[in-house]
């Protein structure tokens, strides 16, 4: 076959455009950060990052691993009472954090390890059962989570050798650390990961027979994506510095299945659209306040029905009807 | 005449599904680069065969292929000693490229993990691009050189198993077992499907037919198996099986007063 | 001796009250393959609408009781027709968004209407207390036990014995050729929706005076009656009785003696102990090894 063939082929191995959008992203969070002024604001723009964080790892043990876990916003306030632990006993920040990752990890672990054998809808009840133990144990474990599971005057970020105290310094921390996920997530898209997943989400029981260590993925991407939401709970503790037994609760955990869904589970771009409507939705309806579930419902509602590949799939449709109508006047 | 080396030896094979016995007691031995042809009436227990030798369903007996004892009921040790499968109707991921559906199959499993992918992105890129050629060769080899790019769903049934096919071969085959490959090929495909298959055994791989076209079993095997009701009732050349009262009363019923 | 058999009552309801709860959920779940992620939503809600009946229009305690069940039963149709017959083409999984949505609007719906206050229902058999094998039983218990008993009872006779319960079953097993013979799904489905409400409303209702209601009250209550059907083997109504009774024994007896702190979460402790260990629960048939 000719060169140019094969480089056609071989591109739509290498999955190309992904370091474009990284790019476009960049420029975007850039962009934002000149843009807002005003404190409340860029408390906003924060959250919208640090949800991104969260809702990505969910992203990956959700869409990517084809795993029902409820278990994010666990790992989350684990995360988040882990470094407070760390913080208390002078450890400093870096260590705090890749502290709190690494016992994310090690809980995710046990967990994928105690329900390995159990279907979906097991492994969801399980990681529901893990996320109900936790919430009880963390308001009463007071030697590490103090009273009641709370916990306050944790300290600031600290980023060589500079505290960050205020919103405007903790952005640029959580924009950093966002644009090294998302890295991260384009370099596990252009890889053999992103068929073998497909493969294990779609026909589970082949897979096994063509050689896909189809277990060992799935404990993978949960292991990764709660590592990242113990992440997210940790940076989300010192930023505020403080963390409770309702830091991460039951809307939140709602919330990151809102994210991705929203975003659309076709591609990790998909959860900052859905973050950013998780926060700005509640801002820009303001007074309606009080019927803010009831829209979240509502437009959960809708946006299935209307678009089941998300707010993502709209994207994918309108480039797909470009390609279309291009080859159509090629041959034409 | 050199005696073969046996390349897959079955003793005592037999598969339950609660009260009912699908394959009893079946016993058999392939040579190396031999086609056996597994043939009998619908329920016969083929497909079940098939399943046990490749380690889909619980089976109880003895296998081995190369003088190595294969443990039954787990997909694991077939795919490690080369036993590769290739389904009755086409298992393939309907959304990937027919490229991307090959390279699943392949046998080299260098760089598809996350730490590769994160940390060893040359070596991953390397065992990418041999597998990416590896498969490029096998769909030129089944036919499917023009639709590397394909998804798999735009593809005809007859394409698809073709790509099956192609993946079973990225897997570099010791014994190729196959489920029914003529079953809706018109005349013209199965005589290509038929050299492809003999071309494929040139190459050193054994082969196991389960098929219910007596020209195409007849042209391509070298031995018969035949089941009836989960029994091996009958074994030998194509000539020799089709004669046999035994395999003439299964398909037909009763063999007419001889 | 007293505290024993105190124990063993509130155990006895409690297990009662899941089992309900459960065989609602694994109604639906059987008829229809749905995972019906509001149903912990019903449970409160059925709370609240007895309450309503009750203080704000002034209904005696039984017909407020019966009046509930009736709208939740209404509601889980009109929730059938809402977020599961136009989807049923679709994949599980939309349906099962759509049943998050549902249950986020109704929590809405309750926190806008009730606000969130604990609230207290009260009940026929408030302050009644029965004394058995000399140990004081709450009146309440001892209503819950007799009531979930003859419902339980009703529901597995329905299940396995009538012609709805034939369809019921025929449905779960294959829809498509449950339809050919005449199975009228659209009905079927309909009826499944306001059985598997109007039995969770069973649930929360009996069990509301008990405790308080507030928001979540249905939420864990739905998540115990999981760690129930899971015990005992999902998919098996045996087996979710058996788990019910289980998790109660768990909950009140254990964790009445022991770790008592911890009583609550003792069940989810179980319940992910019989997920690493067996899979497919006690009573559950094996799954396919693969």
Redesign the interface.
């Known amino acids: 076959?000719t060169t140019d063939r094969l480089m056609?082929?071989?591109s739509?191995?290498r999955q190309r455009g992904q370091y474009t959008t990284l790019a476009v992203v960049i420029l975007l969070i850039l962009s934002v950060s000149q843009a807002v002024t005003t404190g409340s604001s860029t408390n906003l723009v924060n959250l919208w990052l640090v949800y991104s964080i969260a809702a990505l790892g969910f992203y990956w043990i959700f869409a990517l691993g084809g795993r029902f876990a409820f278990s994010q916003t666990f790992m989350m306030a684990l995360g988040g009472y882990t470094t407070a632990f760390f913080d208390r006993n002078d450890v400093g920040f870096l260590g705090c954090v890749l502290g709190a990752m690494v016992v994310t990890a090690v809980a995710a672990f046990a967990v994928g390890a105690v329900l390995w054998r159990a279907e979906h809808f097991y492994f969801a009840l399980g990681t529901l059962a893990v996320t109900e133990i936790g919430v009880v144990l963390f308001g009463k474990t007071s030697t590490f989570t103090g009273t009641n599971g709370n916990i306050t005057g944790i300290g600031y970020p600290v980023v060589f050798g500079q505290e960050l105290r205020t919103d405007g310094q903790v952005f640029w921390l959580l924009a950093a650390v966002l644009t090294l996920l998302l890295l991260?997530a384009v370099?596990?898209k252009?890889?053999?990961?992103t068929?073998?997943l497909?493969?294990v989400r779609?026909?589970p029981?082949?897979?096994?027979?063509?050689?896909?260590p189809v277990d060992a993925l799935r404990m993978?991407?949960f292991v990764?994506g709660s590592a990242v939401g113990g992440l997210a709970g940790a940076l989300i503790t010192h930023w505020q510095g403080f963390i409770g037994v309702d830091s991460f609760g039951l809307n939140l955990g709602i919330g990151l299945f809102l994210m991705v869904i929203l975003g659309g589970l076709a591609s990790h771009w998909g959860v900052l659209i859905g973050a950013a409507f998780y926060v700005a939705v509640p801002e820009l309806l303001a007074g309606l306040q009080q019927y803010m579930s009831i829209l979240y419902g509502a437009l959960l509602l809708v946006v299935i029905l209307v678009f089941p590949s998300g707010l993502i799939g709209i994207v994918d449709s309108l480039k797909s009807h470009r390609v279309r109508s291009t080859s159509r006047s090629v041959e034409s | 005449m050199t005696a073969k080396a046996t390349e897959l030896s079955a003793r005592n094979l037999s598969v339950r599904f609660g009260g009912v016995v699908a394959v009893d007691d079946v016993s058999f031995e392939v040579a190396q680069n031999e086609i056996v042809g597994l043939v009998g009436p619908n329920g016969s227990g083929k497909t079940t065969l098939l399943n046990a030798l490749?380690?889909?369903v619980?089976a109880g007996g003895r296998l081995s292929v190369a003088g190595n004892e294969i443990t039954l009921?787990?997909?694991?040790q077939p795919?490690?000693a080369k036993l590769i499968?290739v389904?009755q109707s086409p298992?393939l991921?309907?959304?990937?490229?027919c490229?991307?559906n090959v390279?699943?199959?392949a046998?080299d499993?260098n760089?598809?993990?996350?730490f590769?992918?994160?940390f060893l992105?040359s070596r991953?890129w390397r065992?990418?691009?041999s597998?990416?050629n590896d498969a490029?060769h096998h769909l030129g080899r089944v036919g499917l050189?023009g639709s590397?790019?394909r998804a798999a769903r735009e593809l005809t049934y007859g394409e698809q198993r073709l790509l099956e096919l192609a993946?079973a071969l990225a897997?570099g085959p010791r014994v190729l077992m196959l489920d029914e490959p003529s079953a809706g090929l018109n005349d013209a495909e199965t005589l290509i499907l038929r050299d492809l298959l003999m071309q494929i055994r040139q190459e050193g791989t054994t082969i196991i037919v389960v098929d219910h076209k007596i020209d195409f079993i007849d042209a391509l095997c070298d031995r018969v198996l035949v089941l009836e009701i989960g029994r091996l009732i009958a074994q030998g050349s194509p000539a020799e099986v089709w004669a046999d009262s035994r395999v003439i009363d299964a398909y037909l019923g009763a063999a007419p007063d001889a | 001796m007293d505290t024993l058999v105190a124990l063993s009552f509130s155990a006895a309801a409690y297990g009662a009250v899941l089992a309900l709860a459960a065989l609602g959920f694994l109604v639906l779940y059987k008829a229809t393959g749905v995972v019906n992620f509001a149903h912990g939503d019903l449970i409160t809600l059925s709370g609240y609408v007895a309450l309503w009946f009750i203080t704000d229009l002034g209904s005696t305690p039984v017909v407020g009781y019966v009046l509930a069940v009736g709208i939740m039963c209404l509601i889980g149709m009109g929730l059938e027709r809402l977020a599961y017959a136009p989807l049923r083409r679709r994949p599980h999984l939309t349906v099962l968004i759509a049943t998050l949505a549902a249950a986020l609007v109704i929590r809405a719906f309750i926190s806008l209407w009730q606000g969130s206050t604990p609230q207290r229902l009260p009940s026929p058999a408030d302050g009644q207390v029965v004394t058995v094998l000399g140990a004081p039983i709450a009146g309440q218990r001892i209503l819950i036990l007799v009531v979930a008993l003859l419902c339980i009872a009703a529901v597995m006779y329905i299940f396995g014995y009538s012609s709805f319960g034939r369809q019921l079953r025929a449905l779960a097993s294959d829809p498509e050729t449950a339809e050919m013979y005449g199975v009228r799904t659209g009905r079927i489905s309909l009826a499944a929706w306001g059985l598997s409400a109007g039995l969770a409303a069973l649930a929360g209702i009996l069990v509301a005076p008990l405790s308080s209601l507030d928001l979540n009250f249905g939420f864990t209550i739905m998540l115990a009656a999981f760690a129930a059907a899971v015990l005992g083997g999902f998919g098996n109504l045996w087996g979710v009785l058996l788990g019910s009774l289980l998790i109660g024994t768990i909950q009140y007896l254990v964790g009445g003696y022991v770790l008592q702190d911890y009583a609550s979460i003792l069940p989810y402790i179980a319940m992910l102990a019989i997920l690493g260990l067996r899979p497919q629960g006690l009573l559950g048939r094996t799954v396919v090894?693969?």
Do not use: N
């Not at chain 1, 029981?205 to 896909?212: E, H």
């Not at chain 2, 760089?111 to 996350?114: A, N």
């Open positions: 076959m056609r082929v071989a739509s191995v991260l370099w596990l252009r890889s053999p990961l068929r073998d497909t493969a779609e026909m029981t082949v897979s096994k027979t063509l050689g896909v993978t991407t990764a | 490749s380690g889909v619980r009921g787990r997909p694991v795919r490690r499968r389904f298992q991921c309907p959304e990937l490229s490229l991307d390279m699943l199959g046998d499993a760089g598809r993990t996350l590769a992918a994160w992105r991953m065992a990418e691009t597998r990416m490029l050189a590397e790019d993946r897997a | 090894r693969l």
